[in-house]
């Protein structure tokens, strides 16, 4: 999974210059979102039942 190009050293760009194409499903606000605040989706989804 790549996050965050500089804590992957770059690998995206390393990957496009070979000729693959990288596709980041996720970002890193997504991650944090999910992982460190994964009650708040669930709290407001509660709320619109």
């Known amino acids: ?5 500089y804590v992957n ?3 995206e ?3 496009g210059a ?3 194409e990288v596709y980041r499903g996720i ?5 944090v ?5 994964p009650d708040r989706e669930y709290r407001k989804q ?4």
């Open 13 to 15: 760009n390393k990957l």
């Open 9 to 11: 050293l770059n690998i």
């Open 27 to 31: 970002t890193i606000t997504d991650w």
């Open 46 to 49: 509660r709320k619109e039942k």
């Open 1 to 5: 999974t790549l996050i965050e190009p």
């Open 33 to 37: 979102r999910t992982h460190l605040y």
């Open 18 to 20: 070979l000729g693959v």
